[in-house]
């Protein structure tokens, strides 16, 4: 039996930006610094499940899901930044957690997850079918 492919689309969206697009956004990055921020701007967000906030080579990313929020170091460029915050974003749809995200001594799991947040009034796999037509 063959193992099942997750499949991630979302939409990443750079603050500022208008409020709308803001609001649909799965993933928004935001030139910043601290836990604290990445904090406030996921709680003003409350749609988004990944929230980077970064300056440099230091990213803070908050976890809709849970709160968790963790401070990565790295190259520094803000679309690197961004593509590891879509990458978090891949990482919570496969049903991983939170807090391993980016952790060395991650190996592969065989979990999966049928939908990418435990919050009921996020969008499931139904709504994704209809929203990539």
């Known amino acids: 039996m063959a193992t099942p492919v997750t ?17 649909l956004a799965d993933v928004l990055t935001v030139h910043g610094r601290g836990a604290r921020r990445a904090r406030e701007t996921a ?24 709160g968790t929020v963790l401070e990565l170091r790295g190259p520094g460029a803000e679309e690197d930044w961004a593509a590891v915050a879509s990458l978090a ?10 807090g ?9 799991s065989p979990r999966r997850a049928a ?9 499931t796999e139904a709504y994704s079918s209809s929203a990539s037509r």
């Open 100 to 108: 391993e995200f980016g952790h060395p001594s991650v190996r592969r």
């Open 115 to 123: 939908c990418a947040s435990r919050d009921p009034d996020r969008p």
């Open 43 to 66: 709680a003003a967000h409350p749609g988004a499940l990944v929230v980077a906030v970064h300056d440099g080579d230091r990213c803070w990313l908050a976890f809709g899901a849970d």
């Open 7 to 23: 499949v991630d689309e979302h939409l990443r969206v750079r603050l500022p930006a208008p409020a709308r697009l803001a609001e």
């Open 89 to 98: 974003h891949a990482w919570l749809v496969a049903g991983l957690p939170a």
